[in-house]
């Protein structure tokens, strides 16, 4: 007959298991049972991760709790996420003071070594409107990353950064060993709605310094010939795959095929992913990006609306794809989060192939 085991017999990975799903307070709690509990307290992978939110309550609490952390901690950290809640003109200061101690801490240790950074959608361009308190954040971030060393994944989707605090971001990524460590970057809608990045030189010249990234994912609309060009000449042994975000009229702003297949050619490993929603078919026509030539290896349609224009619109867009890239209909998704995929969309398809 199986005997139950003493608390004390615990082996380690089951403690290690237990304390995973605790809180910071359990955990303590936790520790003072025994010298045992207390020696599983101190295990590096415990504190592996963690996620820090700058309230609009008590920014200043958190930055004190989290120094702390840092203090205790910071060499064990390999994943740091980041929330700076949505700050109003009554706390802004006091959430950019918050974060700028914090990140400071960060930055005078040589002991961590954050191995994924992720800025959870700072939604700048609804909330930071404040001049002095943007610059004190955006400032921190930026001598905070240039100080990591082994930095290889940075979540920056949805910051919706002005121009220039975006090209202040992406130049501290390349100046420090980022730049030659960083193999994954999550830029969508990385800037403001409005802004057309490739036609500022800081951006060009930002992104043709990445020396390693694998994977890239980023708007349609921040690329042109030359960025793609300069990506290709740095990146061609290490790019595996481009995941574009199609997300509104992109005219005057079209890759054409012959880019796309120097592409292809320097870079023989990379695919492009393109992703987009109907609802940017409303008045726009968005075969223009969809060129031969280009490396495309999957192509994801969401439908959240229906109307007379959208289906017109969206009926021409797959007949345009079926014809150029008939060969990889297999990878071409179409997901419908309304109705299922209408036998008219799929007769489109079938016609194109035909052609």
Same mark, same amino acid.
């Given at each position: 007959?199986? %005997?139950s085991?003493?608390?004390?017999e /615990?082996?380690d990975i089951?403690l290690?298991s237990?304390?995973?799903?605790?809180s910071?307070? !359990?955990?303590? !709690?936790?520790?003072?049972t025994?010298?045992?509990?207390?020696r599983?307290?101190s295990?590096?992978?415990?504190?592996?991760y963690?996620?820090?939110?700058?309230?609009?309550q008590n920014a200043?609490?958190?930055a004190?709790r989290?120094?702390k952390?840092?203090?205790?901690f910071g060499?064990?950290?390999?994943k740091l996420?980041?929330?700076?809640?949505?700050?109003?003109?009554?706390n802004?200061?006091?959430? #950019?003071?918050a974060?700028? /101690?914090?990140?400071?801490r960060?930055? /005078?240790?040589n002991?961590?070594?954050i191995?994924?950074?992720d800025l959870?959608?700072?939604h700048m361009e609804q909330y930071?409107?404040f001049?002095?308190?943007?610059?004190r954040?955006v400032?921190?971030?930026c001598r905070?990353v240039?100080?990591q060393?082994?930095l290889h994944?940075?979540?920056?989707?949805? #910051?919706?950064m002005?121009?220039i605090d975006?090209?202040?971001?992406l130049?501290a990524l %390349?100046?420090?060993?980022?730049?030659?460590t960083?193999e994954?970057? *999550?830029m969508?809608? *990385?800037?403001e709605? %409005?802004?057309?990045?490739y036609?500022n030189?800081?951006f060009?010249?930002?992104m043709?310094r *990445?020396?390693s990234i694998? @994977?890239l @994912?980023i708007?349609?609309?921040y690329?042109?010939a030359?960025?793609?060009?300069n990506m290709s000449?740095r990146?061609?042994h290490s790019?595996?795959?481009i995941?574009?975000?199609?997300d509104?009229d992109?005219?005057?702003?079209e890759i054409?095929?012959?880019v796309?297949?120097?592409?292809?050619?320097?870079?023989p490993m990379?695919?492009?992913?393109?992703?987009?929603? %109907?609802?940017?078919?409303?008045g726009?026509d968005?075969r223009?990006?969809f060129?031969d030539?280009?490396?495309?290896s999957n192509?994801?349609l969401?439908s959240w =609306?229906? !109307?007379d224009?959208?289906?017109h619109r969206?009926?021409?867009l797959?007949? $345009?794809?079926?014809? @150029?890239?008939k $060969?990889?209909?297999g990878?071409c998704i179409v997901?419908?989060?309304?109705?299922m995929?209408?036998l008219k969309y799929? =007769?489109?398809?079938k016609k194109?192939?035909?052609k």
């Amino acid at each position: 007959m199986a %005997t139950s085991a003493a608390w004390e017999e /615990l082996p380690d990975i089951a403690l290690i298991s237990i304390y995973s799903k605790l809180s910071d307070a !359990n955990k303590l !709690n936790a520790a003072c049972t025994c010298k045992n509990w207390q020696r599983i307290f101190s295990t590096p992978k415990l504190w592996r991760y963690r996620r820090v939110v700058f309230n609009t309550q008590n920014a200043e609490t958190t930055a004190d709790r989290e120094t702390k952390f840092i203090d205790q901690f910071g060499h064990c950290l390999y994943k740091l996420s980041l929330n700076f809640g949505q700050p109003n003109f009554k706390n802004c200061m006091a959430i #950019s003071k918050a974060g700028d /101690l914090f990140m400071q801490r960060i930055s /005078l240790r040589n002991d961590i070594h954050i191995r994924e950074l992720d800025l959870e959608a700072l939604h700048m361009e609804q909330y930071w409107h404040f001049i002095l308190s943007r610059n004190r954040l955006v400032g921190a971030l930026c001598r905070m990353v240039r100080r990591q060393r082994f930095l290889h994944t940075v979540y920056m989707a949805g #910051s919706r950064m002005r121009l220039i605090d975006g090209c202040r971001l992406l130049e501290a990524l %390349t100046k420090g060993a980022t730049g030659s460590t960083i193999e994954t970057i *999550f830029m969508e809608d *990385f800037f403001e709605t %409005t802004i057309s990045p490739y036609r500022n030189p800081r951006f060009v010249k930002a992104m043709s310094r *990445f020396l390693s990234i694998k @994977h890239l @994912h980023i708007n349609y609309r921040y690329l042109n010939a030359v960025v793609l060009r300069n990506m290709s000449n740095r990146l061609g042994h290490s790019l595996e795959n481009i995941s574009l975000i199609l997300d509104g009229d992109v005219r005057g702003n079209e890759i054409r095929g012959e880019v796309w297949r120097e592409f292809a050619s320097k870079c023989p490993m990379a695919e492009v992913g393109i992703y987009l929603c %109907t609802t940017i078919l409303r008045g726009n026509d968005m075969r223009t990006p969809f060129v031969d030539g280009m490396p495309i290896s999957n192509i994801y349609l969401t439908s959240w =609306s229906r !109307n007379d224009e959208t289906e017109h619109r969206l009926g021409l867009l797959l007949r $345009h794809i079926a014809v @150029h890239y008939k $060969h990889k209909l297999g990878n071409c998704i179409v997901y419908d989060e309304l109705y299922m995929l209408e036998l008219k969309y799929m =007769s489109c398809l079938k016609k194109g192939t035909r052609k």
